[in-house]
């Protein structure tokens, strides 16, 4: 596994397994204990995917010792501010089963992130927490917080897929010392991805699948990944990205795919905060 190193020198695997909407406590243990034997050594979740405590006794069980696997969460707006911060890391934290945890990051970009920043600040002094960060902050909003903070975000996990490359963002993380992190590298199947005529043409050319060619494109551009499946058969195909490399000409024809935002959800937009400040995963 190839790994991107943070700005304090830890070292993040550049694949990883993702678990947004995997709540069934069975299937995900079963699921990440599959990722394991695959290979897969990051698994990310988050307070509102409801399966920290499934993913932890999956890592348990495996018997691999500690320090061979990454474990990302995310806290959520209903916590955002110093206190909340705080109670929702020992939460996850205990729910993980972990003494420290890899990497913390700011879910969303809304409520009191900036006391929520403090907090983890004062985690990773502590040594609670190896590395923080933040996800789904847009240029604007990460560089307010990178001027205004004692410690920069490490990593800033965002939608990145051919159809919304995210040129300027990753300009601009690359300017602060912050490592992008994509989620949704197959842009949720929008579009037909998985049949683009640019796409399959490429694969056939390599003996892939254009799955296989997403995920190649965005490790050229030493983008870390976090591809989501439940079938123990793309878990292996997701891994099996490092045997060949696309060509100038091929990653010159995957830009032009590129329609410069996302159809999955607008973070300039007022009813995305209103609906994500709406989401309560406790009482």
């Given at each position: 596994?190839?790994?991107?190193?943070?700005?304090?020198?830890?070292?993040?695997?550049m694949i990883g397994y993702g678990t947004f909407q995997i709540k069934d406590a069975v299937q995900c243990e079963q699921c990440v204990s599959q990722a394991l034997e695959t290979g897969y050594r990051l698994f990310d979740t988050a307070a509102s995917y409801e399966n920290e405590a499934?993913?932890?006794?999956?890592?348990?069980?495996?018997?691999?010792p500690r320090g061979t696997w990454f474990v990302t969460t995310k806290l959520w707006v209903q916590d955002a501010g110093y206190d909340g911060t705080l109670r929702a890391f020992d939460a996850s934290l205990k729910r993980l089963g972990l003494d420290v945890l890899d990497l913390y990051l700011i879910h969303q970009p809304f409520g009191d992130y900036y006391g929520a920043w403090r907090a983890m600040e004062r985690l990773y002094r502590e040594g609670a927490v190896r590395a923080i960060g933040v996800s789904n902050f847009t240029p604007d909003r990460l560089v307010d917080l990178c001027m205004n903070q004692e410690?920069?975000?490490?990593?800033?996990?965002?939608?990145?897929?051919?159809?919304?490359?995210?040129?300027?963002?990753?300009?601009?993380?690359?300017?602060?010392?912050?490592?992008?992190?994509?989620?949704?590298p197959f842009s949720e199947a929008q579009k037909d991805i998985f049949n683009h005529k640019t796409?399959?043409?490429?694969?056939?050319?390599?003996?892939?699948?254009?799955?296989?060619?997403?995920?190649?494109?965005?490790?050229?551009?030493?983008?870390?990944i976090i591809p989501k499946t439940v079938h123990k058969e793309r878990m292996i195909e997701n891994l099996d990205v490092f045997d060949f490399e696309l060509s100038e000409k091929e990653l010159e024809s995957i830009a032009g795919m590129d329609i410069g935002h996302s159809e999955i959800i607008d973070y300039h937009c007022f009813s995305t905060a209103r609906q994500l400040n709406s989401v309560k995963i406790h009482g």
């Open positions: 596994m190839q790994h991107r190193t943070l700005s304090n020198g830890v070292e993040m695997p499934a993913i932890g006794a999956a890592l348990r069980s495996s018997g691999l410690v920069k975000p490490m990593v800033n996990q965002i939608e990145i897929h051919p159809f919304f490359q995210q040129n300027t963002a990753l300009r601009v993380m690359e300017d602060y010392g912050v490592v992008p992190q994509a989620w949704g796409l399959a043409k490429i694969a056939d050319r390599h003996g892939k699948t254009t799955a296989q060619v997403i995920l190649r494109w965005h490790l050229q551009r030493n983008i870390p």
